[in-house]
């Protein structure tokens, strides 16, 4: 059990938005740490979707968005799309402690 | 873009060692913290161990502190894990990344396919 709490499934409707949260505490979340979002399809690699809380690479669909209040992050999707479905898992490395750790991940469905 | 391709995978006997290597293409190697992420099967991820650029700086997850070494040799493009006293909850797909920034920061822009381990 990872110590930054995700939903296990969401899912959502082709053109709506969802919210996935990540859960933990202030030592993981806050002050100056970085924060991240992956994208995993099924047998694939994962792919960096969102860093630094809230930065997208070169790329990446403006569709996904971070953010953050309190310990908790957040990814939204806008405008859900087939290919949207996947897993996604949020990460964060601590400078304090120099150690990194994922979200267990969602399991995003779209009907 | 740059790649990266993970090798070394193999069945390994409980106790046994393994060396798996990431090989980067493209330049700037010895720019960017480099590390390994291993997802177990039906499971997600876990962030192993970050180096950074110059190798100076070198962290580890609790899981594996010990029985892994990460290394690199920037003249090559290469990342290596050694993976030594294995054990039965190490099998999984393992992947390196190639990371944002020169110190490690686990945030990995580009990642490899994966290599297979089964302990």
């Known amino acids: 059990q990872s110590v930054l709490t995700q939903p296990a499934s969401m899912s959502g409707s082709p053109g709506q938005s969802i919210t996935v949260s990540c859960t933990g505490t202030s030592r993981l979340l806050g002050g100056y740490n970085y924060i991240s979002w992956y994208q995993q399809h099924p047998g694939k690699a994962p792919k960096l979707l969102i860093y630094d809380i809230k930065k997208r690479p070169s790329g990446v669909s403006d569709r996904f968005s971070g953010s953050i209040s309190g310990n908790t992050a957040s990814l939204t999707i806008s405008g859900l799309q087939t290919e949207d479905e996947a897993d996604y898992y949020c990460s964060s490395y601590t400078t304090a402690t120099t150690s990194g750790v994922f979200g267990g991940g969602t399991r995003l469905t779209v009907l | 873009e740059v790649q990266l391709l993970e090798s070394g995978g193999d069945l390994a006997r409980p106790g046994g060692s393994l060396r798996l290597s990431c090989t980067a293409s493209?330049?700037?190697?010895?720019?960017?913290?480099m590390g390994w992420v291993r997802q177990a099967p039906g499971k997600g991820l876990e962030w192993l161990t970050g180096i950074s650029g110059d190798s100076d700086n070198i962290y580890y997850a609790d899981s594996v502190k010990g029985r892994f070494t990460v290394s690199r040799d920037n003249s090559k493009n290469t990342l290596f894990l050694h993976m030594s006293s294995l054990r039965v909850e190490d099998t999984a797909k393992y992947f390196c990344?190639?990371?944002?920034?020169?110190?490690?920061?686990?945030?990995?822009?580009?990642w490899g396919l994966g290599t297979s381990v089964t302990v």
């Open positions: 990344g190639r990371d944002l920034m020169f110190v490690p920061a686990a945030t990995f822009v580009f």
């Open positions: 493209g330049s700037y190697f010895s720019s960017y913290a």
